[in-house]
């Protein structure tokens, strides 16, 4: 055990959960109605707990287990059967590399809750989440993190798909199931009301925007000059991103809005995270420079083209976002295009076929929309009894 790499861990696992917990939800619960801003916190707080529960019973064992298939890890780590306080993975102790993964395994399926808000209902929102996180997410962490067979040796031969950090195993996958959920929702009731809290969009980006030091710079595993770099090139990506995102919005509508700038702050950060372990700060400018206007672009084909009302643009930020980074590693030359292109395909395909069976299937148990009465009358008072803001005290 090297004692200054696993300090560094401890920090990152804490950054990370961080992210979702409060940054996520303040970033999203900003961007809907006064009405549903509670429900929004509600999904991203239980999904945290129940995703925690879910990793240590089965989700770290398939991910990172030590099956020899290269489908999934297996069932030998259910329950951290065998894993103690002594116990190694590289040079930290396993349970804080359990406990790392842990907070990846929380926040990809609550970066897919932006899609959905304001019109799902809760007991579809637990039921999907957990099936989706054991089903898709953790076979695909096995795949290209778990030695999997799309990481190096594997399909692809020696040079695997190269995915520093989440592009592929979290803002793809998130992103494409964003996507579908969205489409099977169908347009939401009230579409035209405008963010009810701007402050809490731009506190929740912040938080995010600090989180992903430990999101991208935990993933060097280790407390050197990589993990260094992969933070340094991370900010200067999240920066260039916001900057291009709030000028193309001026150049486009005559103003450059707080919601905009900081939205594309996660684009740069979402575009980054998978080449933040291989590029230089000069290339990580070029990242986020593009990240800016072309998740931008991606949100208006979401929208206007495509016509699917993914509600905080999931898709478009995160999905894009991460194809997008990814790709760029194969621009740089630090990957191979074969690896990187044929990576997203079978991630893109493998997620896309179990997101939709997984809707139907859940769709069976559980209703997956909320009837018009309490769409309408919102979220927050209609399934969770409570009002974020009570105006007559």
């Not at 861990?9 to 939800?25: D, E």
């Not at 429900?39 to 019973?57: D, E, K, N, Q, R």
């Not at 996180?133 to 040796?153: E, K, N, Q, R, T």
């Amino acid at each position: 055990m090297n004692g200054a790499d696993t300090a560094w861990i401890i920090v990152a696992t804490a950054l990370v959960l961080f992210m979702t917990l409060p940054g996520l939800a303040l970033f999203y619960g900003g961007l809907v109605r006064a009405r549903n801003v509670l429900s929004v916190f509600m999904h991203c707080f239980a999904i945290a707990c129940l995703m925690s529960i879910l990793w240590m019973v089965a989700g770290y064992s398939i991910a990172f287990g030590s099956g020899t298939s290269g489908y999934w890890g297996g069932l030998d780590k259910l329950l951290l059967i065998g894993i103690t306080a002594d116990s190694l993975s590289g040079t930290l102790p396993e349970i804080l590399f359990f406990a790392f993964q842990m907070t990846f395994a929380i926040i990809t399926p609550a970066l897919i809750v932006g899609a959905y808000v304001e019109r799902v209902g809760f007991g579809f929102v637990l039921l999907f989440s957990g099936l989706w996180m054991l089903v898709c997410y953790a076979p695909v962490v096995h795949w290209i993190w778990g030695g999997g067979f799309l990481s190096d040796g594997g399909l692809f031969g020696e040079v695997g798909v190269k995915d520093f950090a989440g592009g592929i195993v979290v803002h793809e996958t998130a992103g494409l199931a964003a996507l579908i959920i969205a489409a099977f929702l169908g347009p939401r009731r009230h579409r035209t009301t405008p963010p009810h809290n701007p402050g809490f969009v731009m506190i929740g980006a912040a938080m995010l925007w600090v989180g992903w030091f430990g999101f991208n710079g935990g993933s060097q595993l280790a407390a050197d000059g990589g993990a260094a770099m992969a933070m340094t090139v991370t900010h200067i990506s999240a920066a260039a991103a916001s900057l291009s995102w709030a000028l193309w919005e001026k150049i486009k509508y005559g103003k450059a809005s707080l919601v905009g700038l900081v939205t594309g702050t996660i684009a740069g950060l979402a575009s980054i995270t998978p080449a933040s372990g291989f590029v230089d700060p000069i290339q990580a400018l070029i990242i986020g420079a593009v990240a800016g206007i072309l998740c931008q672009e991606a949100v208006n084909v979401v929208r206007n083209i495509l016509k699917i009302d993914d509600t905080l643009d999931v898709f478009a930020v995160h999905g894009i976002g991460g194809i997008f980074g990814t790709i760029m590693i194969a621009v740089f030359g630090l990957g191979t295009w074969t690896a990187q292109l044929g990576g997203l395909a079978i991630v893109g395909l493998f997620t896309t076929v179990v997101t939709v069976v997984l809707v139907k299937a859940v769709a069976l148990v559980t209703p997956l929309r909320v009837d018009a009465e309490t769409e309408t009358n919102g979220l927050d008072l209609s399934v969770h009894g409570e009002r974020a803001y009570d105006m007559s005290s």
